[in-house]
């Protein structure tokens, strides 16, 4: 089993900034890929970034140029720093362990999860 633990969510005003951890423990998935997804109110959890054992990454184009995934791999941990932030970001920021090779966009069902943090932007 897996556990991933979240920290570093939080209220912050528009423009600023955050970084999120992720630390995983347990039977992990050394050589496998690492995301972010959020979940804003009434809508569905949606892939933010995502980044492979090799450093392979991807974003969703609301991010780009704004957050900055990174990992690493002696700590079995995940970061997410968030510049520049929207009140649109707001949402509860979740970890993934998905044990595949490239990081894509989609959820499977025998990915794990964290438990999730708050990251809430005002205007």
């Known amino acids: 089993q897996v556990q991933l633990v979240e920290s570093g969510g939080g209220l912050v005003q528009a423009g600023g900034s955050l970084r999120l951890s992720c630390a995983a423990s347990?039977?992990?998935?050394?050589?496998?890929?690492m995301r972010w997804f959020r979940q804003a109110p009434g809508k569905e959890r949606d892939f933010v970034a995502g980044?492979?054992?090799?450093?392979?990454?991807l974003y969703t184009n609301s991010v780009k140029g704004r957050f900055t995934i990174s990992r690493d791999n002696a700590k079995n941990t995940v970061y997410l720093q968030m510049n520049s932030l929207k009140p649109e970001d707001t949402a509860v920021y979740y970890c993934?362990?998905?044990?595949?090779?490239?990081?894509?966009?989609?959820?499977?069902?025998?990915?794990?999860w964290g438990q999730g943090t708050q990251v809430t932007v005002s205007s």
């Open positions: 993934n362990e998905h044990p595949g090779a490239v990081p894509t966009m989609i959820q499977y069902d025998y990915d794990y």
């Open positions: 347990g039977r992990t998935s050394n050589n496998g890929v």
């Open positions: 980044i492979s054992w090799s450093g392979s990454i």
